[in-house]
Structure formats: structure tokens, C-alpha cells
């Protein structure tokens, strides 16, 4: 059902960014834009591209064992024919003498068809048997390309929205300080706070305004990342119509630390496994490369000859011939070379099912991490904003400490860099949250390719 989604949503986003002006900014949801980069995004093109090229390979193997027909037209004008001695007494002449003589005409016009049928080969089953599993390989690639792409256009895309939030925190922040830094320099030049009270806040403000030209630096960069992730020019204006907060809340689940998936189901293994299958196919192809090979043909020809080109004339006089026939290829003695070919290819399929093992073993550990990673997501997600409110309630009482002669300025300072280190930590652990459960997803996923998706 996602899928069917994400291809509706997909094809609407293809017709509005048709019909919209490369210039006008381009306003998408996460939905919106993990479709628009299934469909556009350059390495799934790509995968896609595979696919279509295994297709055609599988057909190609498979018409190998089809009737072929072949025609043959050649024109012959011997602008000097060639001379043949014969023996003089043949001629009347004397023993001992040769005559020269030329055979044939001038000129010759030749046409051939032939048909030809493979009747067995055991390369040919083989063959066959290899083309659909390399068309599987293919087809379960466009599947992980599919997984990655959608993974890198959520972590663009979320990279962005904390860009976003985290310049909007940053100036609601330098406003603040701004403010308490008129206020106290009023009070410093009334003599009732000290000079250093007025320079610590400026030093907060100088870090405020620097990280602020930062982020705002790293918003451009992160936008562009998104339009390389969704595959659409990096100058194409796009606006995120989510915000961070609520996506950490869709993406806030635990349930999905309950799913599980037989090993087999990962889409890493099951590239595995075709190689794997790829590699025990390629075994039996060397065998096979030992059978005859027996192939049926018929040939039909005509010929016509003259010593002037007459041959489009109703008179010209044309000779037909036929053969009909068999030709068995009986691979007898190779000095070696097949059974050396074999051991390769035997070897190459130990070693892909040593890779099968060790991909199990793999995935299996990724799944468990990724759980541990998503769950600690959600831990630290809760925790950084604990930390955040108290860091609030903090910074809120040192400033009217403050402003009441009860507290430094250094102490002010300080609660503001906590403030401004825990606002930080909640949007790095909101995004962390969506980042985490994709990993998860995609270790979990068991999606088959289709031609629909």
C-alpha cells in the first residue's frame, strides 16, 4: 500500500514540477519528496536502466535456441578471370603441353537463405537458467538502490528542516541577548552593574551571530543536498511544508522494536543468494560446455551466371540447390582447459556461499544494532528534552537573578550556554529519531521489486 503511495504521489509530483516554472519554489512534504526522488533520482534511474538492459539480455540468451534465418546475396565480376592449365593431348595438342582455358562466366549473381535450429545444447539450458537469475540480481539491486534513495532524501531532507529550526532558535536567541545587552548597558552607565557584566554578553552575542552566518551557510548547502538526493537541478528553489518536531513525532515508534524478519528476507542476503545461485549456474555452464552440440539447418539457394550483367532479364536462366542437413559438435579432448575453467568456476561459488554466510551473519548484527540504535534514539530524544526544559527554567531564574543583582554575569553566560547547547541536542536528537528508524526500516524491509513500483 506505501508503495502505491509513493507512486501516485510520485506521478502528481512529476506533473507539478512539469507545469511549474524552473523558478518558482517547489513545495514538498517528506512523502512527497521520497517520491519524486524514487522517480528522479539518478541512481535509481540507473538501476532501472540495469533492469531493462537484464531484460533484454534474458531474450537475447533465449532467442540463441530459436529458428534463425539468414539470406546471402553476392555479385561476382571477374574483371580478369582466372586461367587453368589442362593437358595439350586433352586439346589435340602434344603430350607434354598445356592449354590455357577459363572456366565459368564473367560474371555470377548468388542468393541464399538458410534456416537453422538449435536442437540441444547444454550451455543453452544453462545459459537460460543464468539470464533469469542475473535478471533477478538486477531486479533486486533497483530494490536496494530503491532503499537507499529513499534513506538519503529523508536525511537530506531532515538535515534541512534542523537547519531551518536551528536558525530560527539561534535568532530568537541573539534578539534575547540583544536585548539584555541594551538593558544592561543602560544600567552599566547609570554605575549600577560593572563593565564586565556588558562585555560577557557581548561575547555571548558575537557567538550567537557567528553560529547564526554558520547555519545559515549550512542551510544552502543542505538544500542542495535534498535537490541532489530528489535528483532535480540544485538550483531549483524547494520549500519543506513539514517541520522537525512533528516528523520526530510520526517517526516515534515503538512498536517496529517488536517486528523481526527471517535473515533470508533482507534484501542484502537475497543479492547474496543470487550471486551465490549466479556462481552454481556458472559451474554447470563449464560442465555443459563438454556436451554436443547438435544443430539442424536447411539451406536453399539460386544462381544465376553470364559474361554481361543480364541478370534482371526474363531470359536470364537461374540453377536452384538445397541441402538439408545436421551438424553434431562433439567436444573431445580440450588438453585440460574445460576442467580447469570448471575448478574456477567451482571455486568462485565456494567462495560465494563463504559471502552468503558472512552476509547472514552481517545483517543479522545490523538489525540488532539498528534496534539498539533506534531505541537510544528515542531514549535520547526523551532525555534531551527533559534537559531542555530544565535548561529554560535555569536560564530564565539566572536572568532575573541577574538583573536583580543576585547573580554574575558569568553565571548568566553560563545558563545561556547550556540553554543554547540543550536547544541544540533536542533538533540533533529529533533528527537522529527520523534517521535511526529509517536505517531500521530499510534492515527490515522485505519489499520484492515490481515493474509497478
Request: net charge negative; aromatic share 8%; glycine share 4%.
Amino acid at each position: 500500500m506505501k508503495n502505491l503511495i509513493f507512486i501516485i504521489t510520485g506521478l502528481l509530483c512529476l506533473q507539478t514540477l512539469a507545469q511549474i516554472p524552473a523558478t518558482t519554489p517547489l513545495s514538498l512534504s517528506l512523502e512527497e519528496a521520497v517520491a519524486l526522488g524514487l522517480e528522479n533520482n539518478y541512481s535509481s534511474i540507473r538501476s532501472e536502466k540495469e533492469v531493462e538492459k537484464a531484460l533484454s539480455q534474458k531474450w537475447e540468451i533465449i532467442s540463441q535456441g530459436l529458428p534463425q534465418i539468414n539470406a546471402n546475396v553476392d555479385y561476382q565480376n571477374f574483371l580478369k578471370q582466372p586461367v587453368t592449365l589442362i593437358p595439350g593431348e586433352i586439346a589435340g595438342g602434344d603430350p607434354g603441353t598445356f592449354v590455357p582455358v577459363r572456366f565459368g562466366t564473367q560474371q555470377n549473381l548468388s542468393a541464399t537463405a538458410t534456416w537453422s535450429q538449435l536442437i540441444f545444447d547444454g550451455s543453452y539450458i544453462v545459459g537460460v537458467q543464468s539470464a533469469r537469475t542475473l535478471l533477478q540480481i538486477s531486479k533486486n539491486a533497483k530494490t536496494k538502490t530503491d532503499l537507499e534513495v529513499k534513506k538519503a532524501v529523508i536525511n537530506a531532507y531532515g538535515n534541512v528542516l534542523m537547519a531551518r529550526e536551528s536558525i530560527s532558535i539561534l535568532e530568537n536567541n541573539l534578539e534575547n541577548v540583544t536585548k539584555n545587552l541594551n538593558d544592561t548597558q543602560k544600567i552599566f552607565e547609570n554605575g549600577l552593574a560593572e563593565e564586565e557584566d556588558v562585555e560577557q554578553l557581548k561575547i555571548t552575542r558575537l557567538s550567537l551571530d557567528n553560529n547564526l552566518n554558520r547555519s545559515r551557510r549550512m542551510l544552502e548547502i543542505s538544500y542542495q543536498l535534498l535537490n541532489m538526493a530528489m535528483g532535480i537541478p540544485v538550483e531549483r528553489p524547494v520549500i519543506p511544508t513539514d517541520d522537525l518536531n512533528t516528523l520526530a513525532l510520526q517517526f516515534y515508534d515503538l512498536q517496529l522494536l517488536q517486528e523481526s524478519i527471517p535473515v533470508e528476507e533482507n534484501i542484502d542476503v537475497r543479492i547474496a543468494e543470487n550471486s551465490a545461485e549466479a556462481a552454481r549456474i556458472f559451474v554447470r555452464l563449464e560442465k555443459a560446455k563438454a556436451l554436443p552440440q547438435l544443430t539442424g539447418f536447411l539451406n536453399y539457394g539460386t544462381t544465376g551466371h553470364s559474361d554481361a550483367f543480364t541478370f534482371f532479364n526474363e531470359d536470364q536462366e537461374y540453377f536452384q540447390q538445397s541441402i538439408l542437413g545436421v551438424s553434431l559438435n562433439i567436444p573431445i579432448f580440450s588438453s585440460g582447459m574445460r576442467n580447469s575453467r570448471t575448478k574456477q568456476m567451482q571455486f568462485e561459488y565456494e567462495q560465494a556461499l563463504l559471502d552468503l554466510e558472512e552476509t547472514k551473519n552481517r545483517v543479522s548484527l545490523e538489525i540488532d544494532a539498528a534496534k539498539a540504535d533506534y531505541r537510544f534514539s528515542l531514549e535520547n530524544y526523551e532525555a534531551q528534552q527533559e534537559s531542555l526544559a530544565l535548561a529554560e527554567r535555569i536560564e530564565n531564574k539566572n536572568q532575573i537573578k541577574f538583573f536583580e543583582g543576585l547573580a554574575s554575569s558569568f553565571e548568566l553566560s553560563e545558563a545561556q550556554r547550556q540553554l543554547y547547547t540543550a536547544q541544540q541536542n533536542v533538533l540533533q536528537a529529533m533528527l537522529e529519531v527520523i534517521n535511526a528508524k529509517v536505517e531500521l526500516e530499510n534492515v527490515l524491509s522485505t519489499k520484492t521489486y515490481s515493474e509497478k513500483d
